[in-house]
Structures are given as structure tokens and as C-alpha cells.
């Protein structure tokens, strides 16, 4: 199952804009990726080319960059973001299913993309074969029960279990029904290792989704993000810890 994005593009521009510290973004990118010299990239399942904004200020000049997804939508609003930029951005509209890559990359990303695939492990294996002889892999997956733990509502009426019983149903269900991996996020670098991929390495985002007194308009983006009942609208504050795993590996 692929899923197109371009037909909930609301949801996914939400989501991404309270997803990532710009400062842990760039010492990822500097201090544990190491990226200190012109890379060649792809992102599979780019969007609307939120990684490639994220990346291409941070890495050296010569760098290039090319995004496929299957969404023609999002594609072509990545082409119009990007419309004017001087740098080598491409992007292309592609079914990861069907695609299939040359070994040239010196960086293979993607983000929030695996979770939604009913067949996550076909498309590692794509992306590690889209890499050069000591390419990276990268995957930045959600743990859904990570995530579900992480929301805390200042309210008295908020109980942190209300929803374990049909969370655990629901996912159970979608694994069983051979669709989405709940817990990807948690199996990706351990997948990683198993396809031969060395010094695997693993972080967690560390971005917290805060919206306090000040922030009442950012109310029902919240709890739609984070898929809270609306009958917690009134509380006096929401923190969400976003809980992305950030597995990668060199080929």
C-alpha cells in the first residue's frame, strides 16, 4: 500500500513543522552523519521537499539532491518551492514500489515514510542498494507507542491510558492485515544490521510539542497531530515528545 500524501498536504505541512530542533537537525548532520564534503542524496518519499530544505543549507556546496514520491501534487509543490534556487534539486514522480535505483549515492534518506508501507523491508532494501560502497543509510521512523506515551494534557479529567486498549487493537490489526508496522522506528536499525549495513547508530529526536497559555490558536493543530480527543480542548496546557528513531548505517 503507498499512500498519496498530496491529499492530506494540511496534515502533512502541520506535522512537519513541529517535528524537528533546527540546532539537533544540523549536529546530526555535522557531528554524527559528519557530511563535511559534497554529497550526492536521495530522498525517498521527499514530499514536498521538507528534508531538502533541512539539508541543503547545511551541506556543503556542490551538493546535490534528488527527491521521489508518488504524490504528483506534492511533487509539483516542490518543484515550485524550489523554482528559483541555484542549487542541483530535482524531483521526480515515483512509486517506491516499482522504482528502482542506481547504486550512486553517497546519502539515502527518508522520513515518516516507512510507517505508512505495508512492505517497510522491500524498500530498505531499495535504499541500501541506492547507495555507493560506503554510503549512508538513513531512516527517521516514529514509534507509535513512544509517541502515545509521550503526550501529556494539564487537565483533570486527562487519563494517559484511555486509549492503550484500542491503540494496541488497532495496530495489532493493521500488522496482522499485513499494512502498517506500528513499531518500525524501534526495528529499522536492527532491520539495518541484518542487510549488512555497518556502524549502525541510533538517536531520538528531541523535539517536545508545547503549547501553553500562549498558545491557544495552535490548540486544534495539536490535537489533530497527535490524534487527541477533542473533548480535551478547554485543558490548560499539551506537551507532545514527537519520539522520531533516527537509525542509520553505512554500506
Known amino acids: 500500500m503507498t499512500n498519496d500524501w498530496?491529499?492530506?498536504?494540511?496534515?502533512?505541512?502541520?506535522?512537519?513543522?513541529?517535528?524537528?530542533?533546527?540546532?539537533?537537525f544540523e549536529f546530526l548532520v555535522k557531528r554524527v552523519w559528519k557530511i563535511d564534503k559534497p554529497v550526492k542524496i536521495i530522498d525517498f518519499g521527499?514530499?514536498?521537499?521538507?528534508l531538502a530544505q533541512m539539508l541543503m543549507t547545511l551541506i556543503p556546496d556542490g551538493s546535490s539532491y534528488k527527491g521521489i514520491d508518488i504524490s504528483e501534487t506534492l511533487i509539483d509543490e516542490a518543484n515550485e518551492i524550489f523554482k528559483d534556487c541555484n542549487k542541483e534539486i530535482s524531483f521526480e514522480v515515483e512509486d517506491m514500489n516499482t522504482y528502482e535505483p542506481e547504486s550512486e549515492y553517497d546519502l539515502v534518506i527518508c522520513q515518516a515514510v516507512l510507517r505508512h508501507l505495508s512492505k517497510p523491508l522491500d524498500i530498505l532494501k531499495k535504499m541500501i542498494s541506492a547507495a555507493k560502497k560506503?554510503?549512508?543509510?538513513?531512516?527517521?521512523?516514529?514509534s507509535r507507542p513512544m509517541e502515545n506515551a509521550g503526550i501529556y494534557i494539564e487537565s483533570?479529567?486527562?487519563?494517559?491510558?484511555?486509549?492503550?486498549?484500542?491503540?494496541r487493537?488497532?495496530?495489532?490489526?493493521?500488522i496482522e492485515a499485513g499494512g502498517r508496522d506500528y513499531q518500525i522506528g524501534m526495528k529499522i536499525p536492527v532491520y539495518m544490521e541484518q542487510l549488512g549495513l555497518s556502524n549502525v547508530g541510533v538517536r531520538i529526536n528531541d523535539f517536545v510539542d508545547f503549547v501553553g497559555i500562549e498558545g491557544t490558536s495552535?490548540?486544534?493543530?495539536?490535537?489533530?497531530n497527535h490524534?487527541?480527543?477533542?473533548?480535551?480542548?478547554?485543558?490548560?496546557?499539551?506537551v507532545a515528545a514527537r519520539c522520531h528513531v533516527i537509525s542509520f548505517g553505512t554500506k
Open 169 to 174: 487493537k488497532k495496530w495489532m490489526d493493521e
Open 134 to 142: 560506503g554510503g549512508l543509510v538513513v531512516c527517521i521512523e516514529p
Open 6 to 24: 498530496g491529499l492530506k498536504k494540511e496534515y502533512l505541512h502541520s506535522t512537519r513543522q513541529n517535528l524537528w530542533n533546527d540546532d539537533y
Open 46 to 50: 521527499c514530499g514536498y521537499g521538507y
Open 156 to 167: 483533570d479529567k486527562y487519563n494517559p491510558f484511555e486509549n492503550d486498549g484500542f491503540l
Open 227 to 238: 490524534s487527541v480527543d477533542m473533548k480535551y480542548k478547554n485543558s490548560k496546557a499539551f
Open 218 to 224: 495552535e490548540i486544534d493543530s495539536f490535537l489533530n
